[in-house]
């Protein structure tokens, strides 16, 4: 076995696990911490398909910043009582079920459709996930896509100020 | 298999040497922010424990270790635990990737003068670990089961989220510069006299300032607040647990100042220094002096730190987030933008 794969399945392992973690724990900043987990599980699978600039920028942007705000909001509810998280069934349950089994099945299918499991990354591949790479695509052959989330970005940024204005107004 | 084994013994002293150089370095710096505190106050600091007082801080430190550790009753035990590792672990992981000079040949083999040199994001990775460094505070507030503490882990969270984006957003023009995200090529692209603080001080005052509100230090100490929230994230803690977060502030102070003389003020360049001592590239002297002007470089800033905290009262809550999101940040995107049109017309 190369390290590549022992590696994988260490990180794959642990993203796994602290995925479960996720759903299963009780308390929710135990969950949002086991989520923290699984971002650097996936960063390292990252560094292991040598995407280097992703794995930074998953650490970065998810674990350093979107789940900093996840943990502010669950501390500044303080979910503490375990009963109001149990949910009955309902059918967004049933929706959800049968979209991880189509999920599952798909990967299936992907997975013993190709000959191999894993592939060794050619000398090309390897150099697309540094910085000079990424940015260098993104500016060039996705600029119009990456202009257009932009702007998207900048719709939503702008409407959640206006939105916050105008509960402060109302409150007044 | 002989090559491996040396790779590996060296990449083990180097971080042993790392980790107790900067416990030492953080012994020194909080010695020398009392000394410097009583000077500012016109008290006598420090003077009974060794020579000038120097021993003061082992002295403290083998305190912390005697005092009892206390739990209270309902808090999270395990958060609790594990708020201080959080803490000063991420605080020293970031010094994987911090060169504190170029490289010496000893017996053949090449040593870098950092753990993983050439690393091509490694900035990034710094950015990314400092950010990390917040859930620290944030769990050790959260787990203590006490309104003052989680107030300190709220506000330490939410001063991260908004003085991280100034930051990074600070460093894009001394990488349009540099054109790398490798902090070993951001240095040598400033080799003979060009250093970033040159062409890049509007993005340095925003460093700076993100810097002292990354770190907690005062003005921007607003998460442990003495007067207002007893000791802020770090109230129920007592003991080592306590030690290993007052340490973690000061490596984070170390990490800081040593971005600032690697990214602006030229890592270990010094114009003609080298030539002049006739240092030749990869000599174990060499790497040294590199050594020992980095450090050199970095005292002036950690002095900066220590005596900010003994001159300038702490931000109010509200001053601290308009002057986060509505001065630090337009700033910080006037100079991208500034320094891209400079860099197109002269290019």
């Not at chain 1, 602290?18 to 599980?41: D, E, Q, Y």
């Not at chain 1, 052959?141 to 105008?166: D, M, N, Q, R, T």
């Not at chain 2, 020992?292 to 109010?316: A, E, H, N």
């Not at chain 2, 940040?329 to 860099?343: D, E, K, S, W, Y």
Request: charged share 10%.
């Amino acid at each position: 076995m190369s390290t590549t794969v022992i590696l994988f399945s260490i990180l794959a392992i642990a993203a796994i696990a602290t995925g479960v973690s996720v759903i299963i724990n009780k308390n929710p900043v135990a969950s949002a911490m086991s989520l923290i987990l699984h971002f650097f599980a996936l960063a390292g699978l990252y560094l292991t398909l040598n995407a280097q600039f992703l794995a930074a920028i998953q650490i970065l942007v998810y674990a350093g910043a979107i789940m900093v705000l996840v943990v502010f909001v669950v501390m500044l509810l303080n979910l503490g009582k375990e009963s109001a998280l149990t949910e009955r069934f309902n059918p967004r349950t049933g929706i959800a079920v049968s979209m991880g089994v189509l999920l599952i099945a798909q990967l299936a299918i992907a997975f013993f459709g190709q000959p191999t499991g894993y592939n060794q990354l050619s000398d090309k591949a390897a150099l697309n996930g540094t910085a000079e790479s990424i940015g260098t695509v993104l500016f060039t052959e996705y600029l119009f896509p990456f202009e257009a989330i932009s702007l998207l970005l900048l719709v939503a940024i702008v409407g959640s100020i206006l939105l916050a204005k105008k509960q402060q107004k109302e409150s007044v | 298999m002989e090559q491996w084994l040396v790779q590996s013994l060296v990449l083990g002293l180097k971080m042993f040497l790392i980790v107790n150089g900067l416990l030492i370095a953080a012994a020194y710096l909080v010695y020398f922010e009392r000394k410097i505190s009583a000077w500012i106050q016109n008290r006598i600091g420090p003077n009974r424990v060794g020579p000038l007082g120097l021993f003061q801080s082992f002295a403290d430190v083998f305190k912390l270790y005697l005092k009892e550790d206390i739990i209270p009753t309902l808090a999270n035990k395990g958060f609790h635990a594990i708020a201080p590792v959080i803490s000063i672990g991420i605080a020293i992981a970031v010094y994987a990737v911090i060169p504190f000079g170029e490289y010496f040949y000893l017996g053949g083999e090449k040593v870098y003068l950092s753990i993983a040199p050439h690393i091509n994001v490694g900035l990034l990775f710094i950015l990314g670990m400092s950010s990390v460094g917040v859930y620290g505070l944030t769990l050790a507030g959260w787990s203590s089961n006490n309104k003052y503490s989680l107030l300190g882990g709220l506000r330490s969270s939410a001063q991260m989220i908004s003085y991280e984006l100034s930051m990074g957003l600070s460093l894009i023009g001394v990488l349009m510069i540099s054109g790398s995200l490798d902090l070993m090529q951001i240095v040598q692209s400033q080799t003979g006299g060009q250093w970033n603080i040159f062409f890049q001080p509007l993005g340095f005052i925003i460093f700076l300032v993100s810097a002292f509100a990354e770190t907690n230090r005062t003005p921007f100490d607003l998460p442990e607040a003495e007067p207002e929230l007893v000791g802020g994230y770090h109230t129920e803690y007592s003991g080592m647990k306590f030690g290993l977060f007052f340490l973690a502030e000061y490596v984070n102070m170390v990490t800081a100042c040593a971005m600032m003389v690697l990214l602006f003020f030229g890592g270990w360049d010094v114009p003609f220094l080298y030539e002049t001592l006739g240092l030749e590239q990869g000599s174990v002297l060499r790497a040294l002096v590199q050594f020992g002007v980095v450090v050199g470089k970095m005292i002036p800033f950690l002095f900066l730190f220590i005596q900010t905290r003994w001159s300038l009262p702490r931000f109010r809550y509200d001053q601290l987030m308009s002057l986060g999101w509505k001065v630090m940040l337009p700033l910080a995107l006037a100079n991208i933008a500034v320094t891209g049109i400079i860099m197109m017309i002269f290019q």
